[in-house]
């Protein structure tokens, strides 16, 4: 089976082990709770079981726990929800994603350093490339 997408829940849950590290369904649950998430600890530990049947994580007992952590890499699985994104929502185009951004919610001046920055890196690694 291919590396599935998380769905939006599973992408919180992965956000917390990968923040944590390591968690008991527990402590996702608790950290869940404190973000404001109205769910059921049993439901918390359905997610994570689909979700090892998708591969998104993994797990190790511990005890009469199970302590998960994340299978997919952080960074990889932003890139791939934004490049399905780009494709599925805005037919490839980059510029169209980014001014639907900027509509949805204005950057800060912060931001538009930021963003000015990483065009520069960009820029430089494509000149280096050629």
Same mark, same amino acid.
């Given at each position: 089976?291919?590396?599935?997408? #998380?769905?939006?829940?599973? !992408?919180?849950?992965?956000g917390v082990l990968w923040a944590r590290g390591e968690c008991t369904v527990r402590e996702v649950y608790e950290e869940l709770r404190g973000q404001g998430e109205a769910l059921a600890q049993n439901t918390v530990q359905a997610f994570l079981r689909l979700m090892?049947?998708?591969?998104?994580?993994?797990?190790?007992?511990?005890?009469?726990? *199970?302590?998960?952590?994340? /299978?997919?890499?952080?960074?990889?699985?932003?890139?791939? &929800?934004?490049?399905?994104?780009?494709?599925?929502? *805005?037919?490839?185009?980059?510029? /169209?994603?980014?001014?639907?951004? *900027?509509?949805?919610? #204005? #950057?800060?001046?912060?931001? &538009?350093?930021? &963003?000015?920055? !990483? &065009?520069?890196?960009?820029?430089?690694?494509?000149?280096?490339?050629?």
């Amino acid at each position: 089976m291919s590396e599935q997408l #998380p769905t939006d829940r599973e !992408l919180q849950i992965l956000g917390v082990l990968w923040a944590r590290g390591e968690c008991t369904v527990r402590e996702v649950y608790e950290e869940l709770r404190g973000q404001g998430e109205a769910l059921a600890q049993n439901t918390v530990q359905a997610f994570l079981r689909l979700m090892t049947e998708k591969k998104l994580v993994t797990y190790r007992q511990q005890g009469r726990a *199970f302590v998960y952590q994340a /299978a997919v890499a952080e960074k990889r699985t932003r890139g791939r &929800l934004v490049s399905s994104l780009v494709q599925r929502a *805005f037919d490839g185009a980059v510029d /169209a994603l980014v001014q639907s951004a *900027f509509d949805a919610k #204005p #950057p800060s001046e912060a931001e &538009l350093q930021r &963003l000015e920055e !990483l &065009l520069k890196q960009h820029r430089a690694g494509k000149k280096k490339s050629r």
